[in-house]
T-cell receptor
Framework: DAKTTQPNSMESNEEEPVHLPCNHS???????IHWYRQLPSQGPEYVIH???SNVNNRMASLAIAEDRKSSTLILHRATLRDAAVYYC???????????FGTGTRLTVIP | GAVVSQHPSRVICKSGTSVKIECRSL??????MFWYRQFPKQSLMLMAT?????????EQGVEKDKFLINHASLTLSTLTVTSAHPEDSSFYIC???????????FGPGTRLTVL
């Protein structure tokens, strides 16, 4: 499985934008980039996914580098409820299983 | 998003007993469901993939005779931990595949403690 590399932890002030980076230099042409997050003591939650183009939804934006070797999850205004571990996962087209890495623990400071 | 429930939310059992965990998709049909395990301060580890009406596919290192998975309907999958031991104590999480992007919807998890 193609690997992703994320910082172990990041901090953000409440109501400020947050940019969570993910490196995936060995990504293949058919790999989708998925982002999930896990709040404390809960199951993960789908955030967003993309293939080549930038994506926006009600939760976040996903910016994908032109060479696809990195991507950035953008939370436009961090709230205390966004404090979670954010996982960046690659999954080939047609494959439906997810292999979680260590993720980035986001702390939001009031 | 779609809702997945798990029952029980937490269970404590004695070593050597078997424990069954249920995973239900409440408002969608999940042809495929997944079971994960998460130890404290670690990431989720995929244990197995189950498709409705067929045998589960287990990841390398996961004993299929110890972790019995049944996916009898499009809304229910069960994981039975047989002859549980203290090292099986963990947070077990299921997910169902659905939605417009075939994303995974996760249950709230079941915390198993084996004494």
């Amino acid at each position: 499985d193609a690997k992703t590399t994320q910082p172990n932890s990041m901090e953000s002030n409440e109501e400020e934008p947050v940019h969570l980076p993910c490196n995936h230099s060995t990504i293949s042409g058919t790999d989708y980039i998925h982002w999930y997050r896990q709040l404390p003591s809960q199951g993960p939650e789908y955030v967003i996914h993309g293939l080549t183009s930038n994506v926006n939804n009600r939760m976040a934006s996903l910016a994908i580098a032109e060479d696809r070797k990195s991507s950035t999850l953008i939370l436009h205004r961090a709230t205390l409820r966004d404090a979670a571990v954010y996982y960046c996962i690659l999954s080939p087209t047609g494959a439906n299983n997810l292999f979680f890495g260590t993720g980035t623990r986001l702390t939001v400071i009031p | 998003g779609a809702v997945v429930s798990q029952h029980p939310s937490r269970v404590i059992c004695k070593s050597g007993t078997s424990v069954k965990i249920e995973c239900r998709s409440l408002d969608f049909q999940a042809t495929t469901m997944f079971w994960y395990r998460q130890f404290p301060k670690q990431s989720l580890m995929l244990m197995a993939t189950s498709n409705e009406g067929s045998k589960a596919t287990y990841e390398q290192g996961v004993e299929k005779d110890k972790f019995l998975i049944n996916h009898a309907s499009l809304t229910l999958s069960t994981l039975t931990v047989t002859s549980a031991h203290p090292e099986d104590s963990s947070f077990y999480i299921c997910s169902g595949e659905g939605g417009p992007y075939n994303e995974q919807f996760f249950g709230p998890g079941t915390r198993l403690t084996v004494l």
